[in-house]
């Protein structure tokens, strides 16, 4: 089994003048052009369970999608939404979102739709159960919806839920890694905030200097801890010449030459000063009280350090740096939509319902109020949407650029897709903050690693 991987070399402007880019990973032989669940009938009344990350963080996230729904019961007054937020204690309340579906699975009442991070894919397919959308409702509706009224999705954002020729899900938010970067401190630091780093030396050496002229932190990678999951991390290594996993599936690589490459890098910052020891909400929340002169992250803590950065210091953001010539590839955070239940009648609900998360109206309000890309990108070049919006927010631009060189977040195979996932990120962050061994860590990770794989 494997996923449909969006052709690379696709020029982001050239897919803008196009009215039909990048149609997914379906053909017609592969699946129905009409739907096999009914519509609803005018009166007909239906309840569903949403569940979501987004409920699990305060301010921006909960407000925006309370706002979403609302605007959504409204639409639809026949089809009352539920909303939750995994069960669990984690301080990212996504990892929660597997084990809390599970549980409930278990229980007989699992939620009818979910978003569900894109590294959780395979499992999402294979274990939880998620329906292939073009075979409940036709090719040609999930095609429309990724073509929408007036804005397409970004060729490369609407394959990132398919596989083996199906459409699972729909790509709902996501980022690419983004160098936020403090320019009050650049300055401080006698840098020019106009020229921000293009590689990672010339990181360090900005990350020193910012050290040691202000006594602040130089930079933070939210690459590095399992808490921070593993997509940054894998940009790292892709930037890198490596990959995490084989393009096959069946081999762990992460203690190959790349991967070790990064880690050294990263230990180098901890080990010169120029990034300081923090957990991952530690160090996006010190770079928010500018306190950190720069900060790979995605932009779902963008309004987070807007709301910091005002009035108090300048926020500024560039593309993710490179390791020396070779090209950055940044590879996407975030989750899709997927519907789980069997229920007909719920399943059209729930399709209603990620239409409408996928919306141009709603990718207004994600994207003003939280920061996320919109999908939907050709958005923020009409000044009747989100142009004239995203002209007075240059934080978007490095963001949208990166589309164009994008490459999917793989999820890990097979059932124990987390402790592999987790043991590589456990001995990534050990080398980077306790100082150990990049190769023989990296090696003893992937020999336990490669032990949970399942049989080709």
């Given at each position: 089994m494997k996923r449909t991987v969006p052709v690379l070399g696709l020029v982001f402007a050239?897919?803008?003048?196009?009215?039909?880019?990048?149609?997914?990973?379906?053909?017609?032989?592969?699946?129905?052009?009409?739907?096999?669940?009914?519509?609803?009938?005018?009166?007909?009344?239906?309840?569903?369970?949403?569940?979501?990350y987004n409920y699990g963080l305060a301010g921006a996230w909960t407000d925006t999608f309370n706002a979403l729904i609302a605007d959504f019961?409204?639409?639809?007054?026949?089809?009352?939404?539920?909303?939750?937020?995994?069960?669990?204690?984690?301080?990212?309340?996504?990892?929660d979102t597997?084990?809390?579906?599970?549980?409930?699975?278990?229980?007989?009442?699992p939620p009818d739709v979910a978003q569900l991070g894109f590294s959780d894919l395979d499992f999402t397919i294979h274990q939880l159960g998620a329906k292939p959308l073009d075979t409940l409702f036709g090719k040609q509706a999930v095609q429309a919806n990724f073509d929408g009224q007036r804005f397409h999705f970004h060729p490369r954002a609407r394959v990132l839920d398919d596989w083996d020729g199906h459409t699972y899900g729909v790509p709902f938010v996501?980022?690419?890694?983004?160098?936020?970067?403090?320019?009050?401190?650049?300055?401080?630091?006698?840098?020019?905030?106009?020229?921000?780093?293009?590689?990672?030396?010339?990181?360090?050496?900005?990350a020193k200097a910012i050290n040691a002229k202000t006594g602040q932190g130089g930079v933070y990678l939210d690459c590095l801890t399992k808490s921070a999951k593993d997509w940054c991390f894998q940009s790292l290594v892709r930037s890198n010449g490596g990959r995490v996993i084989s393009e096959d599936r069946h081999t762990l690589t992460?203690?190959?030459?790349?991967?070790?490459?990064?880690?050294?890098?990263?230990?180098?910052?901890?080990?010169?000063?120029?990034?300081?020891k923090l957990a991952q909400k530690q160090g996006y929340e010190a770079f928010a009280r500018g306190e950190i002169g720069m900060i790979l992250e995605t932009s779902a803590i963008q309004g987070t350090f807007v709301a910091g950065a005002r009035d108090k210091w300048d926020?500024?953001?560039?593309?993710?740096?490179?390791?020396?010539?070779?090209?950055?590839?940044?590879?996407?955070?975030?989750?899709g939509l997927h519907i789980l239940t069997g229920d007909p009648a719920k399943q059209r609900a729930a399709w209603e319902l990620i239409k409408y998360l996928t919306s141009e109206e709603s990718y207004m309000q994600i994207s003003k109020n939280i920061g996320y890309l919109p999908l939907r990108s050709e958005m923020v070049t009409?000044?009747?949407?989100?142009?004239?919006?995203?002209?007075?927010?240059?934080?978007?631009t490095p963001n949208i650029a990166q589309l164009a060189t994008m490459e999917p977040w793989v999820s890990m195979p097979g059932n124990d897709y987390l402790q592999i996932r987790d043991g590589m990120m456990d001995a990534v962050e050990s080398v980077v903050f306790q100082g150990k061994d990049a190769q023989s860590t990296l090696t003893a990770a992937r020999a336990e690693g490669a032990k949970l794989l399942p049989a080709s």
């Open positions: 050239a897919c803008l003048a196009l009215t039909s880019c990048g149609l997914g990973g379906t053909t017609a032989t592969e699946t129905t052009a009409t739907s096999q669940v009914p519509e609803l009938g005018p009166d007909q009344k239906v309840s569903i369970v949403f569940e979501s019961s409204k639409k639809f007054p026949n089809i009352k939404v539920t909303a939750q937020k995994p069960q669990g204690n984690s301080p990212n309340p996504a990892s597997i084990s809390s579906i599970q549980n409930q699975i278990v229980a007989g009442s996501f980022s690419t890694p983004v160098l936020y970067y403090n320019a009050s401190l650049f300055t401080a630091a006698g840098l020019d905030p106009a020229k921000p780093p293009v590689t990672w030396a010339e990181v360090a050496a900005d992460y203690a190959d030459a790349p991967s070790v490459e990064v880690t050294k890098m990263a230990q180098d910052l901890v080990n010169s000063n120029a990034m300081p926020l500024r953001a560039a593309a993710m740096p490179r390791f020396g010539d070779k090209p950055p590839v940044p590879t996407n955070s975030g989750a009409d000044t009747s949407v989100l142009g004239a919006w995203a002209s007075q927010n240059p934080l978007l």
